[in-house]
């Protein structure tokens, strides 16, 4: 099994960065893929960013490529999102997801999933 556990979301104004940090428990993550969706009230929850926990790889949606970065600290055993120039279209409950190596950017190819952790954005 694995546990994951999001924080460090907020209300922001526009233009503004956070980050958010996914902390990992349980079983050894060496061979999984992680992941942040999102999802706006009323909308599907949407694939934002994916990575390997050993290797590197990074995905993005077009909506947040180059804006949004994905990283992990193996010794913290955490997943970051650094967000910046964040703006209204943003806000969503933002999901951590973990998933066997090789998962893409579907929700249902990913077994495990923290709480979430709300991020608003004003105009």
């Known amino acids: 099994q694995v546990q994951l556990a999001e924080s460090g979301g907020g209300l922001v104004q526009a233009g503004a960065s956070l980050r958010l940090a996914c902390l990992c428990t349980g079983r050894s993550l060496s061979s999984h893929s992680m992941a942040w969706f999102r999802q706006a009230t009323g909308k599907e929850r949407e694939f934002v960013a994916g990575?390997?926990?050993?290797?590197?790889?990074?995905k993005y949606s077009d909506a947040v490529k180059d804006r949004f970065a994905i990283s992990r600290d193996y010794v913290k055993s955490t997943l970051y999102l650094e967000m910046n120039d964040l703006n209204p279209e943003d806000t969503a409950v933002y999901y951590c997801?973990?998933?066997?190596?090789?998962?893409?950017?579907?929700?249902?190819?990913?077994?495990?999933w923290g709480q979430g952790t709300q991020v608003t954005v004003s105009s």
């Open positions: 990575t390997n926990w050993v290797g590197g790889n990074t």
């Open positions: 997801a973990a998933s066997k190596a090789g998962a893409g950017s579907a929700v249902d190819e990913y077994p495990y």
